[in-house]
């Protein structure tokens, strides 16, 4: 019903105006077609001076009240190194452009109002100066000489990838349908390899290859990530599915994510989320209330956030990948950097997805390290003579013969046993309670034994070390699962004197 | 003479038997063979007059859907949150209703969009336009009886027609029309699973488009032709009218690029059927992994571009000829600097080939190549600026009629500036880091490709009604509609410049998700109530048109305008090869408006003794 009433309405629209379109072809003819044509001519001619004042008020007006929110005006300058630049060559475009457009609206609008017809005036027969042509062919062309070599100064500039040398944070962004996912290097400032035959949502997002240890310490962020003011930042672009765009206005930075091609944009931030949000502050358009419908919410300065966006048509979602970028300084970085958990730490390490599983990182072991120092430290600052656990001596199963991942955890014992002389130890195997008691009595006995003469292969002095065999006899957890078994297959390491 | 005769008091008439040439057209009868019965006269026509008619027709048509779309997502953009339901009856499933609420759904939202840019773009700015107007007025202002291959132009024009019926079918199937921009980037446009409308409604969309290839190559071979080899006696290149000119180049731009698309959308039929991978490598989508790698979607933005920069000036250039031609005709001036507008034509057509990657600056091409594509593009503002200074030119001095015709192209240089300045902004790649792919880019070309090209088309179409039509248009609802269109285009399309400026990108679907964007609901309130009125105004165009073609004010007189091309010496109801006697034969350039004295003098008119040649200072 309400589509016949339109239509209805339209129908009649279109007569009436056709009807008005005739009825003045009418009065023409009554008063004169000759007048009436030279009175709508004279009209139109002053139509257009009345356009062009408007118009030119219109783009002026309407620039000035707008200029607060626009990128590179107002609060709204560059937020990184190379941005300044790029606003500067928008500047100075704008300021020939300008000068172009208004004068040759100017030119345009003056030039149809003045030589408006006159039947008494025959037109003036100017078909061609070379001087004039001459002079517009070269002002434009020394205009846009000027333009392309300020242009063409910045671009390659701003596009000029990192010397291998110079300091910088690589991060890697990944688009897909639709969302962008940020890989931090970890602390080796090194992203690992990946494959995209690797991908498993949920397991491995990013197909990471995991055999290549530079991964084991990237880790991934969640809806906000950040980055240290003044740190030269090279951000390594990739894509899963289709073409993506990593677009961050505030910092001037956009580049295709290709699937296939990594691309990279080098940006150095040159301010703090913070003091973008106090540059905010002073303009009245960021003092209304960040959600309108709620007086008690903060106001849009104080909510100010850096986004990142997608700027390349990829799907119906397009319009949603956003995540948040916070600039802060060096150490609220470092901070927040060493709070962040490898990937592969917590969702891969000894998974069956990893080729790493039962076997002692690098990492791990430099960690174990400095805990077994501290262990060793608190346990000589004690009255009481202490059993440190040596975590990580590992033996060859039913066998007493030591697993090459031993050696991390031997080697640091050795050490600290050699710079302390004066303290003397046990060595005590314990085993689960699987399999026969008195072999499991013998069994740890033996490897109690291997562990005194590795570490009397490294120099610490036999006199200082007794072996001892408890078999099963001291669990400290059940043995009715694996880790509780696992956990009484232990070697100790008991401080006898010092 | 045979059955020809001339009516001793129609002294045009008269003149043209004495002086015109003689082809001897009218002692074969092969001409009304093929216009007898009225298939063959007004629908399968080979006659250049009524194919004109019919891409007309047919573009409107198009430009009345494709239009109409941009309401629809421009309701979306502009009132995100009011209720869509009133919609349901046309768009069904794609509104989704919530509570009551109906919205767009944004699957829908981007197939309306990339069906806005395909539809505009070739249905009715190229095939709407040049077709239009190159099949008028190529054979009538060159002084011939028609193109060079009648059967050909009848083709082209039905290739077209198939080309529409393929995309308007697409816009009906259950997955919807194809919705990954009108650029039809792989791999969101080669793999099905990466969007709905990248299943059937792609394939839809490339067959559509592959017909449409053919139509142009049909329709560009023929002009291309017909303007070397059809040029009455004394025609020579240099005293081609500028339509001419510039119908010519964009036949030769069509024709050296259209190609060069085409094979890129081989490529891509290619990788979604059979299994190639020009376009694709590594690629995980929908928890797999593609096995097929190698393949470069930068590949295809080359290929597409390679058409998609000239495709631009295939849609500008004949505007600008149409514009420079009505400039001259009513302000009663000869063009200024004709040489100069010849050749920037040429500069142009030339230049629209090397600077396609411009386009490309972003998309992760060697930043040491866009060296040169900037540089080339920012040299096209020269001669570009060149024909402004012309167009200006010619208006000094002049004794303006302000009818339509001569306020659309008047319209056409404020907007050709206005769009065309931003272009310099875009073309030096440094400004374009910030600026690609933001509403700027989307205020820049639908300004200056636009909203420019349609009033170029709307100045033809004024100016030329009455050859085709034999009746002139109503000048009321005319000038309302110039008026209204010239303020309601810049309303819209003005402000999309700060949100360009304030970084918010284009093809969002809503601008909620990011706090950068979303503080614009006002601005994004008035440019959706600007084109609504826009659009009603080009309704009262339609109407304007459909009325004035039965019930216009008649044509009395063969050349209302005091024109000096040949196509005002044709008959009013001009039958098969257009003169029915002798072909007027041509002595003088198309401007001699004002000289010595005269207020024009037509081509037709051998120079007088002693009379200087107006194109010869």
Redesign the interface.
């Known amino acids: 019903m309400t589509g016949l009433v339109i239509v209805a309405i339209f129908i009649l629209l279109a007569v009436i105006l056709v009807q008005i379109g005739r009825l003045t072809e009418v009065a023409a003819v009554i008063r004169g077609e000759e007048n009436v044509a030279m009175a709508t001519n004279n009209r139109n001619a002053v139509y257009m001076l009345i356009f062009l004042v408007v118009f030119l008020i219109y783009c002026v007006a309407s620039a000035w009240f707008y200029k607060d929110r626009m990128l590179g005006y107002g609060p709204h300058t560059a937020a990184s190194a190379h941005g300044g630049q790029l606003d500067s060559i928008f500047n100075t475009t704008l300021f020939f452009t300008g000068i172009v457009f208004v004068i040759t609206h100017i030119a345009l609008f003056w030039f149809a109002y003045k030589y408006r017809e006159d039947k008494n005036r025959i037109a003036y027969f100017f078909p061609h100066s070379t001087f004039l042509e001459v002079i517009w062919t070269a002002i434009p062309t020394v205009v846009m000489a000027i333009l392309v070599v300020r242009g063409l100064i910045v671009w390659n500039a701003t596009m000029a990838d990192v010397a291998p040398e110079e300091e910088h944070i690589e991060i890697e962004a990944t688009g897909s349908q639709f969302l962008w996912e940020i890989r931090y290097p970890g602390a080796d400032n090194k992203l690992g390899a990946k494959n995209f035959r690797l991908i498993k949502p949920g397991i491995n997002p990013l197909g990471q290859n995991w055999e290549d240890t530079k991964n084991l310490d990237d880790f991934l962020v969640g809806d906000v990530f950040y980055l240290p003011v003044n740190k030269k930042v090279r951000v390594r672009i990739t894509a899963k599915d289709v073409l993506h765009n990593f677009y961050l206005p505030h910092f001037r930075v956009k580049m295709d994510a290709v699937p296939g091609l990594p691309t990279h944009f080098i940006f150095t931030p040159t301010k703090t989320t913070e003091e973008y949000r106090q540059e905010l502050k002073n303009y009245p358009e960021y003092q209304a209330l960040s959600d309108p419908e709620d007086p008690e919410s903060p106001q849009r300065w104080e909510t100010f956030d850096y986004e990142l966006a997608c700027a390349e048509l990829c799907g119906y979602g397009h319009y949603s990948m956003r995540k948040t970028l916070k600039i802060v300084s060096q150490e609220e970085y470092d901070d927040w950097f060493a709070q962040q958990q490898p990937y592969y730490m917590s969702n891969i390490r000894n998974t069956d997805n990893d080729p790493f599983k039962g076997k002692l990182l690098k990492v791990e072991a430099a960690k174990r390290a400095r805990e077994l120092k501290s262990e060793f430290k608190s346990a000589m600052d004690s009255d009481k003579l202490s059993t440190i656990r040596l975590k990580n001596v590992f033996f060859e199963t039913g066998s007493s013969t030591l697993k090459d991942d031993s050696k991390y955890e031997l080697n640091e014992v050795a050490e600290l046993l050699k710079a302390n002389p004066n303290v003397k130890v046990e060595l005590g195997g314990h085993t689960d309670s699987t399999g026969d008691e008195s072999a499991n009595q013998v069994l740890s006995m033996q490897r109690a034994e291997s562990v005194v003469n590795y570490l009397s292969s490294k120099g610490v002095s036999q006199s200082n070390m007794s072996s001892k065999g408890y078999g099963q006899s001291r669990p400290v957890d059940t043995n009715d699962t694996d880790e509780g078994r696992q956990n009484n297959r232990r070697t100790e390491l008991k401080i006898t004197a010092k | 003479m045979g059955h020809v005769t001339i009516d001793p008091n129609d002294k045009l008439a008269v003149m043209i038997e004495e002086t015109g040439y003689d082809d001897h057209f009218h002692e074969h009868h092969h001409g009304d063979k093929y216009q007898s019965g009225f298939i063959g006269h007004y629908i399968f026509s080979m006659d250049h007059k009524i194919i004109a008619r019919q891409f007309l027709i047919t573009g409107i048509f198009w430009a009345i859907i494709g239009a109409g779309m941009s309401i629809i997502f421009r309701l979306q953009l502009g009132f995100p949150e009011s209720d869509m339901a009133?919609l349901k009856?046309l768009l069904g499933k794609w509104i989704t209703v919530n509570d009551g609420v109906g919205a767009l759904?944004?699957?829908f939202?981007?197939a309306l969009v990339t069906m806005h840019g395909t539809i505009l773009v070739f249905f009715v700015l190229t095939a709407g336009l040049s077709g239009t107007f190159s099949n008028l007025l190529i054979p009538l202002q060159v002084g011939a009886r028609d193109m060079a291959s009648p059967f050909l132009n009848m083709l082209s024009y039905w290739f077209f027609f198939l080309a529409g019926v393929v995309m308007f079918y697409s816009l009906f199937i259950s997955t919807g029309p194809f919705?990954?921009?009108w650029t039809g980037?792989?791999?969101?446009s080669a793999?099905p699973q990466?969007?709905?409308g990248s299943g059937t409604g792609m394939t839809l969309w490339l067959v559509s488009l592959t017909l449409f290839v053919v139509s142009v190559l049909l329709g560009g071979i023929n002009y291309i032709t017909t303007v070397l080899n059809l040029r009455t006696k004394g025609m020579s290149m240099w005293k081609l009218p500028l339509p001419i000119w510039a119908f010519f180049v964009t036949a030769v731009l069509g024709l050296l690029s259209f190609p060069v698309l085409a094979s890129g959308f081989f490529m891509l039929i290619f990788d979604r059927g059979l299994g190639t991978s020009f376009f694709?490598?590594?690629?995980?989508?929908n928890?797999q992994?593609l096995d097929r790698?190698g393949?470069?979607?930068?590949l295809y933005q080359h290929l597409f571009w390679f058409l998609g920069h000239p495709e631009v000036y295939i849609i500008i250039l004949p505007a600008m000829g149409i514009v420079s031609e009505v400039l001259s005709v009513h302000?009663?001036?000869?063009?200024?600097?004709?040489?100069?507008m010849v050749l920037s034509i040429l500069a142009i057509g030339f230049l629209s080939f090397i600077v396609w990657a411009h386009h490309m600056f972003?998309?992760?091409v060697n930043?040491?190549l866009?060296?040169f594509f900037?540089?080339f593009t920012?040299?096209i503002?020269?001669p570009s600026?060149?024909k402004?200074?012309?167009?200006?030119?010619t208006?000094?001095?002049?004794?303006?009629?302000?009818n339509s015709a001569m306020?659309f192209a008047?319209g056409f240089?404020?907007m050709f500036?206005?769009g065309g300045?931003?272009g310099?902004?875009l073309g030096?790649?440094?400004?374009d880091?910030?600026m690609?792919?933001?509403y700027f880019v989307v205020a820049h070309f639908h300004i200056v490709m636009g909203i420019a090209a349609f009033f170029g088309m709307f100045s033809g179409v004024y100016h030329w009604f009455p050859k085709m039509f034999g009746r002139f248009m109503?000048?009321?609802?005319g000038?309302i509609h110039f008026?209204g269109t010239?303020?309601g285009a810049?309303a819209i399309f003005?402000?999309m410049h700060?949100l360009g400026?304030?970084?918010v990108?284009r093809?969002?679907?809503?601008?909620d998700?990011?706090?950068?964007?979303k503080?614009?609901g006002p601005m994004n309130e008035f440019i959706t109530i600007s084109a609504i009125i826009v659009f009603g105004l080009q309704?009262?165009f339609v109407?304007?048109f459909f009325?004035s073609i039965f019930r216009g004010?008649k044509m009395t007189e063969r050349n209302p305008y005091g024109a000096n091309t040949l196509e005002w010496t044709t008959p009013i109801e001009a039958g098969h090869g257009n003169w029915p006697g002798k072909i007027p034969a041509v002595h003088r350039w198309a401007?001699d408006?004002?000289?010595?004295?005269k207020?024009f003098i037509p081509q037709y008119v051998p120079l007088a003794e002693g009379e200087v040649a107006?194109?010869a200072?």
Do not use: C
């Not at chain 2, 093809?507 to 601008?511: A, K, V």
């Not at chain 2, 998700?513 to 964007?517: K, L």
């Open positions: 009133w009856p759904s944004p699957e939202y981007y919705s990954g921009g980037y792989p791999p969101l793999l990466a969007s709905t694709l490598s590594e690629i995980f989508i928890g992994a790698v393949g470069s979607p930068i302000a009663r001036k000869p063009i200024f600097g004709y040489t100069a972003m998309s992760g930043p040491f866009s060296n900037v540089i920012l040299i503002a020269v600026a060149v402004v200074f012309n167009w200006i030119t208006l000094y001095g002049g004794n303006i009629r302000f306020l008047i240089v404020s500036i206005s300045l931003t310099i902004f030096n790649s440094a400004i880091i910030q690609h792919d933001t109503n000048e009321k609802l000038r008026w010239l303020v810049y003005w402000p700060y400026m304030a970084g990108p093809r969002y679907y809503s601008f998700t990011f706090d950068a964007f503080h614009f309704l009262l109407i304007n009325y004010k401007y408006y004002g000289k010595d004295g207020e107006g194109d200072h």
